[in-house]
């Protein structure tokens, strides 16, 4: 017999609950700080929860080619330029939640249920066309990128990160494609501020040796294209 539902707990749908009702309450406050028409409190449940439930299920599909991308030739794209590039697993720390905190920021801003569908099948939109990549062209960073002794506190979160994924979904890097989406989302609000975020995230994904200068570009261009054809209301 199965049991794995039997690890979702009770006390793991209560932390849940709570989780979708704090991260709700958070978009609220920010909104009140951002959004010229802030959305009500309920509407943010309401949006929140609708997130939470997408995000799970979409994700699935990450999850599927992680699982399925072995059937054509893995690539690797390291150029000269990539060996100059320090190895600083420091960066590990904005690569992994200054993303998130932007995502937020763009949550926070959305003054309607309407804009909120947009900004999800935006993101959906991403998550399909990397997928895509992932799937039929599988690229990969040297072998050496990860063998090191993970002595620091950087280093072991790196770690725990490059085991959520099989490494075989370098290109265009998502990182990039993301941040490239979120941050055109938050020039109204950021202004040049918000291009430096993207710059960040780049930068972190080549410091922390996630993927190789090749990866970039394309991650970027990809964000800037869903972001021109994505009906967003920003506005």
């Known amino acids: 017999m199965d049991n794995t539902y039997k690890r979702i707990s009770p006390k793991y749908m209560l932390l849940l609950f709570l989780g979708t009702l704090l991260a709700s309450l958070l978009y609220f406050l920010i909104a009140q700080l951002l959004s ?3 959305m009500t409190f309920t509407s943010y449940i309401v949006f929140t929860i609708i997130l939470a439930v997408i995000i799970t299920g979409a994700y699935q599909i990450f999850f599927w080619v992680q699982r399925n991308n072995y059937f054509f030739k893995t690539r690797c794209f390291k150029i000269g330029l990539d060996d100059r590039i320090p190895f600083n697993p420091i960066w590990i720390w904005p690569y992994s939640f200054f993303y998130y905190i932007m995502i937020g920021l763009v949550v926070a801003r959305i003054s309607s249920l309407e804009e909120g569908v947009h900004l999800i099948f935006g993101g959906l939109l ?19 990128y990860r063998q090191y002794e993970a002595d620091t506190l950087s280093k072991r979160y790196l770690r725990f990160v490059q085991g959520l994924d099989n490494g075989r979904n370098c290109f265009p890097s998502m990182h990039c494609s993301v941040a490239t989406y979120v941050g055109l989302l938050l020039v109204p609000v950021l202004g040049l ?7 960040i995230i780049a930068i972190s994904c080549l410091f922390v040796k996630q993927h190789q200068v090749l990866d970039i570009i394309p991650g970027v261009i ?4 869903v972001f021109l054809i994505n009906p967003i209301i920003t506005g």
Not at 126 to 142: E, R
Not at 193 to 199: H, K, L, P, R, V
Not at 222 to 225: A, D, E, R, S, Y
Request: glycine share 6%; net charge positive.
């Open 222 to 225: 990809l964000g800037w294209i």
């Open 126 to 144: 991403v998550l399909f066309f990397q997928s895509l990549f992932f799937l039929v062209m599988p690229v990969t960073v040297p072998k050496e």
């Open 193 to 199: 501020y918000a291009y430096f975020f993207i710059g």
């Open 36 to 38: 010229p028409k802030p």
